[in-house]
């Protein structure tokens, strides 16, 4: 069975600083591995994904992740904050030639001017 | 490109009621998604459509959901009698057959079960 967990249900980071969202993930074989972004009332929306290849992926809005096999980690990080950031992140696994993927229960990002 | 389209938006019910979701998905998005979204937790999947086939309902409570895609475009969830607890959003998402692939959510379906 496949899993993710989020350590933390709430960051608080001051704009302008450096965030990271914190994303552990365990599966069998290879992971395909994602983040969204949830708004208040909407669906989630893709931010990025590692699939294979370079360890740091990039992806919208000046996020970025980086994707660590030993320690099956997924951090989130965005080098300075916006307000605008503020919303709800989800990571998410998917194992290789699999179909579903797997959320953690989300991390509340509250960016304060 | 047209995004996933859901309806309704809102829904309230009582317990012991039914009610049906709809979903149509990005156009040539061959897998579809339903995940039931609980306040304060992620999406839980519900059941995967490839096509008009049925890839994995293995977390559907089958006593009372059903879920259907007849021509393997729009997708209808439906819940027979509706109780308390599944009071939550209900998602579909939908993706390109390649395993690679993110998914592509819709606003989601609110309903409130009283």
């Known amino acids: 069975a496949q899993s993710v967990a989020q350590p933390e249900d709430q960051v608080n980071v001051a704009e302008g600083n450096p965030l990271t969202v914190k994303c552990t993930y365990s599966v069998s074989g290879n992971p395909y591995l994602f983040w969204y972004v949830q708004y208040p009332n909407r669906g989630l929306q893709f931010l990025l994904k590692y699939i294979t290849g370079d360890n740091l992926v990039k992806g919208s809005y000046g996020f970025e992740a980086e994707f660590n096999k030993s320690q099956t980690s997924f951090h989130l990080k965005k080098p300075s904050a916006l307000v605008s950031d503020s919303a709800l992140y989800f990571c998410?696994?998917?194992?290789?030639?699999?179909?579903?993927?797997?959320f953690g229960d989300g991390t509340t990002l509250t960016v304060k001017p | 490109e047209a995004g996933v389209a859901q309806s309704p938006r809102y829904k309230i019910i009582e317990k012991r009621q039914s009610v049906a979701f709809w979903c149509n998905p990005i156009?040539?998005?061959?897998?579809l998604y339903w995940y039931q979204q609980i306040l304060g937790q992620g999406p839980k999947l519900l059941i995967q459509?490839?096509?008009?086939?049925?890839?994995?309902d293995s977390q559907l409570p089958k006593d009372r959901f059903s879920a259907e895609r007849l021509k393997g475009v729009d997708s209808t969830l439906k819940i027979q009698p509706a109780k308390l607890e599944d009071s939550a959003v209900y998602l579909c998402?939908?993706?390109?057959?390649?395993?690679?692939?993110?998914?592509?959510f819709g606003e989601g379906s609110r309903l409130t079960v009283l």
């Open positions: 459509f490839q096509n008009n086939g049925v890839v994995d």
């Open positions: 998410a696994v998917r194992a290789t030639g699999a179909g579903k993927s797997t």
């Open positions: 998402a939908s993706r390109i057959p390649s395993g690679t692939g993110e998914l592509f």
């Open positions: 156009s040539g998005h061959a897998t």
